[in-house]
């Protein structure tokens, strides 16, 4: 929602800074966690919204974390929006100074918050300090929606995304561990950084999303099979699976652990973590007059015990 203050509204639209607290000995320390990604067990106060308020940055309006500064009016920012108002109060326009707002610090330093991803199924309340390093590994956050064909903003659990690839875009839905897909392109010697093709398979109650696609490797035109878990990577450490292409009497044989879809689907391709087939090879794959693409690609999933 828009404010009455467009300078502020244009410092809202540029990225996040997320600054780690200091240690300080005007700020009382929150009480001691052994690990943040677990829930404490005691809250130290009921935070009501109008202290959530009160440690809301004005300007990107995200929690402040120390040093909070202060105008001479009373008017609070925090340390990663300070430089971006050029030393300025968004609120007055009064100039900043160096004011610290030591009391807000330790009101902060006294909170329990629950976790961000409360509506994913965390119920951990965690210490203010240490709600943001909670957050950025809690397994209950959303996952990316794993379609690399165009850049998706879609976020959600894993149900959700199913659904979203289903409908949105229309991918191929398969059940089994095992698969036989050809790949057909009329011109190969045109390689765009595109993926062709994305199924999603669903064995052992979970879901596995096949990616198949031409890419430029250097010079050289190349071809790469992978597959990826739907879900967390230590999940997917208990799961294996194999490709295999090949013609006139040749193949090739991939062996590997899916990566999880917490991986990007640039950073699994960027790593060669799969099946890579040169492209004079596919073509001899292919037969014929080699002036067009005919892959069979096969494999299977398992489970290690």
Known sequence: MASANPFVDDLRSKPEVIIDPPQDENIIDSEPVNDPTQPATKPNLVVSSSVRELLECPVCLNAMYPPIHQCSNG?????????????RCPTCRHELGNIRCLALEKVAASLEL???HQSYGCVGIFPYYSKLKHELQCSYRPYSCPYAGSECTVVGDIPFLVAHLKDDHKVDMHSGSTFNH???KSNPHEVENATWM???FSCYGQYFCLHFEAFQLGMAPVYIAFLRFMGDDNEAKN?????????NGRKLIWQ??????????????DSFDGLII?????????GGDRKELKLRVTGRIWKEQ
């Open 182 to 184: 050809r790949y057909v």
């Open 75 to 87: 008017h609070t920012l925090c340390s990663g929006c300070k430089p971006r108002v050029h030393n």
């Open 278 to 286: 040169q492209r004079n090879m596919a073509l001899f794959f292919s």
């Open 256 to 269: 590997g652990v899916p990566r999880s879809i917490r991986d990007s689907h640039r950073k699994v391709r």
């Open 239 to 247: 799961y294996s699976y194999s490709l295999e292409v090949g013609g």
């Open 198 to 200: 994305l199924t999603v």
């Open 114 to 116: 629950p976790c961000k």
